[in-house]
C-alpha cells in the first residue's frame, strides 16, 4: 500500500508542475491520468484484500 500512496503523491506533484508551466500541460493531464489509474488499482486491491 505504500508504493501505491507514493505513485499518488508523485502524479500529484508531476500534475501541479504541468499545471504551473504552461508549457507543459500535456505533463498534467498524463499526471490525472496517471493518479486516476493508479489510485483505481489501489482501490480494487484493497477492497479485495478486505473480503479475503
Sequence with gaps: ???IIGLLVI?????VLGFAIKGLF???IIGIVLFLATAAIGWARNRGSIRS
Excluded at 502524479?11 to 500534475?15: D, F, G, K, N
Design 26 to 28: 500535456w505533463l498534467a
Design 1 to 3: 500500500m505504500g508504493i
Design 11 to 15: 502524479w500529484i506533484v508531476v500534475s
